[in-house]
């Protein structure tokens, strides 16, 4: 009664693959998702360039550097598509099979009889899944200066998928221009999504994580000018994500103070950045005592959630850049442009 059916399931013991299109998008990027747990970075790389420049044993994470082989950075979406689609052919297998069992069964029943059987196979069709590459394309398009790879990020990366290049200065300079990039959009992400609530907490979303970028900039930036001075004493791991702890580290290295390059409420306003990308990265922005006593912010009490506003992410954005050309002075290099965007 059911050999077609069972022909299928026969056939399906024995195949070990199924072949899934991953398709670009419509500007040949492709993408990739960090693998270390800790990250989940997304990012897109060329597809001409993940083949003829990213290697097969190792690829890096432009936002935290992690490396890997070029099998492990599938994305979810990109693996729950995949799966989806597969479990839709073999459906559709099966329901191929179910259908001429059916039609063959039918054929046999006697006509005109007292009582009738018949089979039907309901093989409407299902839910259509787009694939990964129909998402929204990412915003800033790079250039690595040393390999010549072109990838794309939202917001901040530091280190070349192809070659893990990573020019601390211009990666600075590129990272802040995605900051601001991600805000100069956000009237348009507020227009183009319909549900009120749902754009302003993707909007949200868009302010907190580029304060979290531009304190992030800073801190790789900060550490790679200066692992390169003469005088540079060890210093722990994410030092100068702690704002008074790498100013200290800095006076010992070159003897000059954060002080010199801005001033006391420069300096203060910074504080509270940093110490709000500690709640945004560990308490989902859930103000605690340290926080209180170490920002000197007065606004928030133990157990609210902080505000982050577009206007004070710029500020921010902009205070990091002077700190940072300030440092680079002091080092005795020169700034220099972000690599090449398009």
Known sequence: MFDETIRALEALKGQQTVSIAIEDDDEGYFDRECPSEECLFQFKVLSEDWTNKVSDD????????HSADADKWWTQQ???HAQQAALAEIAGSLTNAMTRDAVQWNRRQPKGGFVSMTMKVDNRNTQVLLPPAAAEAMQLKISCPSCECHYAVVGAA???PACGHNAADQQFAQSISGILQSLDAIALVRSAIADRDVAENTIRLIVENGLQNA????????EAIYTELPTAGKARRNA??????GDAL?????????SAHLSSNELAALQRAFQQRHLLAHTQGIVDADYVIKSGDSRFQAGQRIVVREAYVREIAELVRKLTDGLLADAGRTKKPAPSTE
């Not at 190792?58 to 550097?65: D, E, H, K, N, T």
């Not at 100068?240 to 702890?245: C, D, G, M």
């Open 58 to 65: 190792q690829v890096f994470c432009p936002s935290c550097g």
């Open 215 to 222: 304190v992030t900039a800073f801190q790789r930036c900060a």
């Open 158 to 160: 530091f280190f070349c």
């Open 240 to 245: 100068f994500q702690n704002l008074s702890e």
């Open 250 to 258: 800095w006076v010992a290295a070159t003897g000059t103070p954060y």
């Open 78 to 80: 990109q693996i729950e």
